[in-house]
């Protein structure tokens, strides 16, 4: 990373597709409030590990820009300021509510450095609406933060609070805008995405907006979903991702594991069995659907046979793009008052499971030779195809055109096409 000009305000952000989306608007909100010099660390709190390189990261960027504004936000702030406002590094901390408001950055310093308010205090639901990562290819629009389960393995809530959603019409405008600038994709986003809209008064929920979007938005092409919790997909939900050709055909699922017993001890809300099924159901309708999934490697008490249950889940999921943490214990979830698994255990799993992925996704992108695709195109002729293969168009079009193009060979991890 180059350090920033004397009128810049660089965003460094740690973690989830949320996060990340976050950084525009910090960006955008410090220089309106006249930050200059100025670097913002949004920090993640999913594991011990997202926090140590968040702080290794804060150490680096104070001594490569000894004169900077160095702010601190995100979960890990949220959860925790007193430990980065001990840092010397931290010239603030903010948190997650103060980052998305325009007064924090533009009020004087305060003594005590902290700017951290309770988190499970109502807030402003339009916040959400400053927060969209913006390309000239997709956009991610957040339509909810916050979440009302607990995991006991999750610390999140505590950074984000309670769940929240936008109001409907608030997010359907603000699409609009999106696809007036000429954007093609659009990614809805948020802390527990199927959570959404139960707490609105107008009994809408996840299958209404997404209705709602792509009747009052006919121009625009893709819309897509992020990660989502199987057991909450309702039949208007499920009807429109298995019959609807503008909703993409890709889904990243919140598994965690396939044993359950484990799953019990996770306190999440499916079986293995109800998984499966849902996974099979998708595809039964609708067959070029391609999943996602996330995997916890090493959670407390989990045995051999256990994480064996969870290899053999993910195969017949049929789990193309997996995410494979190795389990890392927060002091303030129940999970790290369980027996854990040994560090060497961990990492064993984790790269075995790693490994699984990647066969997973070479046989996938090996199945494309010879298919044809629809790629919304990116910088360097990158792209994504309809079920989120990547892809590298030889002679492509332009940034943010969508190409019809033919699969050609695999090389890189990405499938390298020609148009068509």
Excluded: W
Aim: with cysteine; aromatic share 4%.
């Amino acid at each position: 990373m180059t350090a920033p000009s004397d009128t810049s305000v660089r965003v460094v952000s740690f973690g989830c597709r949320l996060n990340h989306a976050e950084s525009d608007a910090i960006r955008d909100l410090a220089e309106q409030a006249g930050r200059s010099n100025a670097i913002v660390v949004n920090t993640c709190a999913v594991t011990r590990e997202a926090q140590r390189q968040a702080r290794q990261t804060i150490r680096r960027l104070r001594r490569e820009n000894p004169d900077a504004h160095l702010t601190v936000t995100g979960c890990a702030a949220q959860i925790d300021p007193k430990l980065f406002a001990s840092m010397p590094e931290v010239s603030e901390v903010l948190g997650n509510r103060e980052k998305l408001d325009l007064h924090a950055y533009a009020a004087k310093s305060n003594p005590s450095r902290v700017n951290v308010s309770d988190i499970f205090s109502e807030r402003d639901k339009a916040d959400a609406l400053k927060v969209t990562l913006s390309s000239r290819t997709r956009s991610f629009v957040q339509i909810q933060t916050g979440c009302d389960h607990r995991c006991t393995f999750c610390v999140i809530p505590y950074g984000r609070g309670n769940a929240q959603s936008v109001p409907t019409k608030n997010i359907v405008e603000r699409i609009r805008q999106l696809i007036d600038l000429g954007h093609k994709e659009v990614v809805l986003t948020g802390v527990d995405l199927t959570s959404y809209g139960n707490e609105l008064s107008d009994d809408t929920n996840l299958g209404r907006l997404v209705e709602t979007i792509l009747d009052s938005c006919p121009k625009l092409p893709r819309l897509r979903l992020s990660s989502i919790d199987s057991i909450e997909v309702d039949d208007r939900l499920f009807d429109l991702i298995t019959g609807n050709e503008r909703l993409m055909p890709h889904l990243h699922l919140s598994l965690q594991s396939g044993d359950p017993i484990i799953l019990k001890r996770m306190k999440r809300r499916h079986t293995p069995a109800q998984a499966v099924d849902f996974c099979h159901r998708l595809r039964d309708r609708r067959p070029e659907i391609e999943l996602g999934a996330d995997f916890i490697a090493g959670f407390p008490t989990e045995t051999d046979d256990m994480f064996d249950n969870t290899l053999r889940h993910a195969a017949e999921c049929g789990i193309t793009f997996l995410h494979v943490f190795p389990f890392s214990a927060h002091p303030q979830t129940p999970a790290a008052k369980m027996p854990q698994v040994p560090n060497h255990t961990i990492k064993e799993r984790s790269a075995r499971f790693r490994r699984f992925g990647e066969q997973q996704l070479s046989a996938h992108l090996d199945r494309k030779i010879g298919n044809t695709d629809e790629v919304l195109i990116e910088r360097g002729g990158r792209g994504r195809g309809r079920d989120y293969t990547p892809f590298q168009v030889n002679r492509s079009g332009r940034v943010g055109e969508i190409v019809a193009v033919r699969a050609l060979s695999v090389a890189n991890g990405q499938v390298v096409a020609e148009q068509t």
